[in-house]
């Protein structure tokens, strides 16, 4: 049996949800569990293809519950694994993704966000933010990525893997239906060779002994008693989280500390931003990007810089005001005028932001 | 006038006298569970995960590895942790509301599949945990917190019949029983072989425990052990379930 999908280094040219399912295999993972939705169904096809090959499984469940509750037994027995989902299967997702925050539980969830609400469309849109950083009945003690190419689907999920097993919180590759559908070049290769060293998984139960007698039992709770009890086991979880927020938190910008407007945008629509802002300053207009790349934790005090020097930030999404929310509430207080540019579902063209930049400067 | 036995080996100690209330069921299907396992010599490689419902008071109550999980969703934890470590033995313990009503579709597809586990589930006819509402396996007639006029089977149905739902839907292999707690020995054989046929590889195994919820209820000792001897056991069938023989294949 081969041991690695991919050795040394090599450009391929391929969809989204089949760089994933490399990505998972070259990341480690063992077992896949999954219902199918579109947009994400490939990333099973692509992973029941090959994981037989590599001595992974893959289980096919009943609903995004099961595959979500399946995906958190594989992790308590110590086995990297991994669950794709969109729209009303992330619904369903919420509900063991908050037992995993709730018992530090380091699931992978890939999500490749469709329209919404309801069922709405199998295609694209950016409208599953709120529900992925901050879903559940919890606080939103989870990392989320949110990608931008194939190239970052690679990277980003060999990285979720990792960040889940070294932080213990439940971790989301965020997409979308357009990064899983498209056709797109990148380069993968096999993370140790690049001095990547992937984080081991570890049991949670069922490790070497017997409990009582070598040991003591191995036993998880979610459940308590006074107030008191869970005001200590969120205190200590919101301690922890925001212990590693600024390690964990990711950014990109250009300019973003010195120009009048700065664009704010995510995922897909970070490209789109980029190219007018790059062609607008060309052009000598004050404009300059700043994209979060992690939605959750989000780099916090680059931002408030931003928001502090800049006179408008313009926040740009395929959502009504999902990823604004998370920035207005990060950057409260902060001197720059907020400008929504929302468009719900549909893709957003480089011209479309540059022209809204100029209309903003006049 | 009852004879305390000594605990099984597989109970922790230290965290008894457990959580349920006087006269509760559930200790006793526990401690047939717990004695089984000391049989089997399987406490190294036991999981046992508990549901929502009065079974969440039992996430310490062995010395076994344990994971408390959510209202009807143990059987897809114990599926995920037995498909990605197979050399574990899986129990799933959960409540009648917990498998038959929010967490049924994955009982059925967990049966379906014959998922390697053993699901133990609890028939005390409500939903003891949240104050005695009408649950699948409330009996015609009988009040509860949401039926307070008796149940109406022309409203909402007769009593889920699990494990004949179960045994009908399992492949050949699966283990499927209804024990109760008023035959103490019996549950705990059940129970032995189907930790058994799941340490064999065989496939699903299933056991109901018809079992008493004096509180929610209301009855004393000797109604409470009328009601589960003499009422439960006119609707449940108490006995090993013979699953279907081995079927036709597709296209033969
Ligand atoms: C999703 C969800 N819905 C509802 C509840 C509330 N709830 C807690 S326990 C329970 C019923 C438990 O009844 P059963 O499963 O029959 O177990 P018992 O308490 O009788 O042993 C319910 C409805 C919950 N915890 N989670
Ligand atoms: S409410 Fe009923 S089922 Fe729950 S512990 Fe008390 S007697 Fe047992």
Redesign the interface.
Known sequence: MPEKPIKGEKRYFMTGNEVVAYAALAAGA??M?GYPITPQNEIMHYWTRMAPKYGK?F?Q???E??AG???????????K?FTATAGPGNTLMQ??VS?AEAMRLPIVVVVQQRGGPSTATVIYSQQEVTMTTIGGNGEGFRIVYSTSSHQELFDYTIKAFNTAWKYRFPTFILGDGYQAKMRESLTMYDPEERGISLVPAE????????????RP???????YNVEEEIYEVVQNLARDFNAIASEVAEYESLAADRSEVVVVAHGVVSRAVKEAVNELREAGISVGYFRPVTLRPLAEKELREAADKARVLLLVESAHGQMARLIKEAAYGCKAEMIPFFKPGMGITAEEVAARVKSILG | MSVQLAMPK?W?IDTKPHKFCPGCGHGLVLKALGQAIDELGI???A?YGCD?GCS?LS??F?????????HG?TT??????????P??VGIAYMGDGGGYAIGS??L??AAARNENITVILVNNTQYGMTGGQMAPTTMPGQKTETSPYGRDPQKTGYPTQGPEMVAAITREGAYVARGTVANPKQLKGFIKKALENQIAGNGFSFVEVLSTCPTNWRTNAEETWKFVEKEMTKYFKVGEIKVPEPRHEEGK
């Open positions: 063992d077992i569990y499984n289980l469940t009943e609903d519950l099961s509750f399946t995906t958190v037994g594989g992790v308590l027995a110590g086995r694994s509900e063991p037992m049991p949670y139960v069922g490790k070497p002994g017997t409990p009582g007698t070598d039992p191995e036993q998880y709770r979610n459940t | 597989s922790r406490q190294d490689r999981v929502i969440l996430w310490d062995f010395n076994v590895d344990s994971i408390q999980t959510h969703r897809p934890v114990i599926t995920g942790l037995k498909r990605a470590n050399d574990l579709q994955h059925v597809n």
